[in-house]
């Protein structure tokens, strides 16, 4: 099943940093993970195909329906969003029945509902956003993207700032959206989550992709040598000088 297809992104910021890609395609009912060093165009990317950043994106399309308006965007792409800033006096259960905005007033209140419950944000439905701990908020801006329900989301670094029990959660959650048909995009430091959580891997490097495939196969020892300049151990990843 077709999830997200793209002709070319291209973005070149003035400073030099940006991305450039070919056709890429990611399927429903899988997670991608976008990976690279920092400043390699990870968050870039995602930007330019939900439209929070201008650049050129040709060809986009869901599910084999090319999307024109913003609209068609808003419907078919979930964001979170790196940058973890929501209005500080709004209670979450506001916040996440934000993500319903799309499709309209009328819409029922489960879905925000099943988002709280998943993402175990019960306890701090009515409380303000600005009182939570970063982790909560960032919890409740994924629960946002999650209460869209679109065919696809992105999300960047999702378990940034999450202790490993909301970590692992998370990515549990994500692999069940998958599970449902949607295709989840998601930009990660962790590599050993992408292991093992992720089906297919984007590495970018300098803006431009350099490795696509099952994450095994993409992170073998020359991508993780020359791109991310560690290699693997019996303890681990070390870092290259
Ligand atoms: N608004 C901007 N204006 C100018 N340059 C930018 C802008 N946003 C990002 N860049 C540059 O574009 C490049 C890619 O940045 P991007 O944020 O996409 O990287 P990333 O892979 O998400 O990095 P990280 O892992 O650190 O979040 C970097 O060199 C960055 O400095």
Avoid: W
């Avoid at 944000?121 to 939570?132: H, I, K």
């Amino acid at each position: 099943m077709s999830g997200l297809s793209v002709n070319r992104v291209h973005l070149r910021y003035p400073n030099g940093g940006g991305i450039e890609t070919g056709r890429l395609d990611f399927g429903a009912g899988q997670i991608i993970a976008l990976l690279g060093p920092n400043g390699a165009g990870k968050s870039t990317l995602i930007k330019a195909l939900v439209g929070a950043v201008r650049a050129d994106v040709e060809g986009l399309s869901v599910a084999g329906q090319t999307l024109i308006d913003p609209r068609q965007r808003a419907r078919n792409l979930a964001y979170l969003s790196q940058t973890r800033t929501g209005p500080a006096l709004s209670s979450v259960r506001d916040i996440i029945a934000l993500g319903r905005f799309p499709f309209g007033a009328q819409d029922p209140e489960q879905r925000v509902a099943a988002v709280i419950e998943t993402l175990g944000l019960g306890p701090f439905a009515d409380r303000p956003f600005g009182t939570l701990s970063g982790g909560e908020q960032a919890r409740v801006l994924l629960g946002r993207a999650l209460a869209v329900d679109a065919p696809v989301l992105l999300a960047d670094e999702p378990t940034a700032s999450l202790d490993p029990h909301y970590a692992l959660r998370i990515m549990d959650t994500l692999r069940s959206e998958a599970r449902r048909g949607r295709t989840v995009i998601v930009s990660v430091h962790d590599l050993s989550l992408a292991e093992r959580y992720c089906d297919q891997a984007l590495i970018l490097a300098g803006g431009c992709i350099v490795g696509q495939g099952t994450v095994r196969e993409t992170l073998n020892a020359d991508i993780l040598r020359d791109v991310f300049r560690v290699s693997r151990s019996p303890d681990g990843l070390t870092p290259l000088s």
